[in-house]
Every structure is written in structure tokens, then in C-alpha cells.
């Protein structure tokens, strides 16, 4: 595997691209097929797309549903990052919502005035337009969390190899993976080392410097003895991926899969005719 697959980072506190790949290699749901996962969660992000608002929100509830109760995702875990995710949603609100300029008579519904005429102000077009972008963010979301949280990178990288992505794009993903833990993991030695020799929350700009340096430096270090590692192993220029294991999928998971999208589909016509 590229990771640890569950191992804790250094000395307690564990960084969260570990947590990540520990509950995707421990959740109730890995030891169904890897593809029909992929497939289901491709299915459901068309949808999260193209329907209602409404089934947008029901849409985000169920896959929801599926992380925390099926696969058995920690509530806490799942809500952290699904709301660091939406933090990143928020800061794109300002552009959605404030304008610029002077509204019309009874346009905007908020409004703070500048100098001269001209004033920042709120429209109820642009509250609809973030709703309306937030419902489908958030249906986007728990597809693409369900994937991330029950599917190994291995795996996935398995079924990506099944649909003919090429040997080198595959071996570009699988390294940088791999980069990506070296870069959490000296990131997060270099700030337990600041805390225990007494560093405050406060960090100047000087101590961000050198932090930044020496996180180039130490991560670039465990890189090449990762590239020697690979040197002694007999790497001859191409890394190969462990075969994929036969897997059965349950009937009862199936059956309640394809239920729920032919709802979906149902509801959707139901509210185009409405």
C-alpha cells in the first residue's frame, strides 16, 4: 500500500491525511468491490448535478446515511471534514452575495452605503444563487466523501488500471500519494517539536520562514530515501500494482442502491411535470 493503511502519525496527535487513510481501510464497507463502489458513486455525482434542489438535499442525507451507518464512519470524523470542506465553500460566498454599485428600488434586501452612491448590498437573487450552489456543493460532497472514506487509494487505483488510464499516469498518482503523507508527516514532526520546546499559538513570520525551510528540506530528505527504497527493491521503471481480489457484493447493498437512484429518477420526472 502507498500509506501506512491505518497507522497513527508520530507521537499521538494523528495528522488527518492519516485518519483519512485509516478509515478507508477500516470502514464496514471495504470489503465490497471496489468498482461498484466507483460506479455507484459516479452515478449518484451525475445526479447530485442534474436534479431538484430538493433531491440535492436528500441526496447529501442518504450518502450520508451510507458513510455513517453502513460503512461505519465516525459521526465526529465525518462531520469534521465535511464541514472543513463547506469552510472552503464559504469563502466563496462574498463574490456570490455582495455587490457592487447602486441597486435598484427595493432590489436589495441588505445594503451598507459608501461614499458617494455607490453602496455593498445583498439581492434576493444572489441569496437564491448561493443556495442554490450550497445544496448542490453539499450533494457533490457526500458522494465524493463516501468514495474517499470507504475506498483505499490502492483500490482505487485498481480500478482506474481496469479502465485503461495509462501505466505512467497511475505511477505520477501512486508517488505523489506517497509524497503527499512524507510532506503531513514532516509538517507535523516540525510543529510537535515548536510545541514541546515551548512554543506558543502565535507563530512571526521569521518562524514561519525557517518552519518553511526546514519542511522543504526534511520532506526532500525522506523523498530520496523513498527513491532509494524503490532503487533496492529492483524498481526497473515501472511500479506494479497488486492484483484485485474477487469480491461478491451483497444483494441486499445492491438492491437498496439501485432503489434509492430509480427514486431519485421517479422524483425528478414527478417535479418536471409539477
Known amino acids: 500500500?502507498?500509506?501506512?493503511c491505518g497507522r497513527a502519525g508520530a507521537n499521538g496527535a494523528e495528522p488527518?491525511?492519516?485518519r483519512i487513510d485509516a478509515l478507508s481501510c477500516r470502514n464496514?464497507?471495504?470489503?465490497?468491490?471496489?468498482l461498484w463502489k466507483s460506479l455507484f458513486t459516479a452515478v449518484m455525482f451525475i445526479l447530485s448535478y442534474m436534479v431538484h434542489p430538493a433531491l440535492q438535499l436528500i441526496i447529501c442525507l442518504w450518502m450520508m446515511y451510507w458513510c455513517t451507518h453502513h460503512a461505519r464512519i465516525p459521526r465526529r470524523a465525518y462531520g469534521l471534514l465535511?464541514?472543513?470542506?463547506?469552510?472552503?465553500?464559504?469563502?466563496?460566498?462574498?463574490?456570490?452575495?455582495?455587490?457592487l454599485g447602486r441597486p435598484a428600488d427595493g432590489e436589495a434586501i441588505l445594503h451598507l452605503p459608501l461614499s458617494g452612491q455607490l453602496q455593498l448590498y445583498i439581492t434576493a437573487e444572489g441569496l437564491c444563487r448561493a443556495g442554490l450552489l450550497l445544496t448542490r456543493v453539499m450533494a457533490c460532497l457526500s458522494c465524493s466523501l463516501f468514495l474517499i472514506l470507504t475506498t483505499p487509494?490502492?483500490?482505487?487505483?485498481?480500478?482506474?488500471?481496469r479502465l485503461?488510464?495509462?501505466?505512467?499516469?497511475?505511477?505520477?498518482?501512486?508517488?505523489m500519494y506517497r509524497f503527499l503523507f512524507l510532506l503531513s508527516d514532516t509538517a507535523h514532526g516540525l510543529l510537535l517539536a515548536r510545541r514541546l520546546r515551548g512554543g506558543g499559538r502565535r507563530i512571526t513570520l521569521r518562524e514561519t520562514a525557517g518552519m518553511g525551510g526546514a519542511l522543504l528540506a526534511g520532506t526532500m530528505r525522506r523523498y530520496r530515501g523513498f527513491a532509494?527504497?524503490?532503487?533496492?527493491?529492483?524498481?526497473t521503471g515501472e511500479i506494479a500494482l497488486p492484483p484485485a481480489e474477487p469480491r461478491v457484493?451483497?444483494?441486499?447493498?445492491?438492491?437498496?442502491?439501485?432503489?434509492?437512484?430509480?427514486?431519485?429518477?421517479?422524483?425528478?420526472?414527478?417535479l418536471l411535470q409539477a
Open 16 to 18: 488527518m491525511l492519516r
Open 153 to 161: 487509494f490502492g483500490e482505487l487505483l485498481q480500478v482506474l488500471h
Open 164 to 175: 485503461r488510464l495509462p501505466q505512467i499516469v497511475l505511477e505520477l498518482m501512486l508517488v
Open 1 to 4: 500500500m502507498p500509506s501506512g
Open 28 to 34: 464496514a464497507l471495504r470489503p465490497l468491490p471496489p
Open 82 to 99: 465535511f464541514g472543513t470542506a463547506l469552510f472552503f465553500f464559504a469563502l466563496s460566498l462574498p463574490p456570490l452575495l455582495v455587490e
Open 228 to 235: 532509494q527504497g524503490l532503487a533496492v527493491r529492483g524498481y
Open 249 to 270: 457484493l451483497p444483494r441486499g447493498l445492491a438492491l437498496r442502491a439501485g432503489a434509492g437512484i430509480l427514486l431519485l429518477l421517479l422524483a425528478q420526472l414527478w
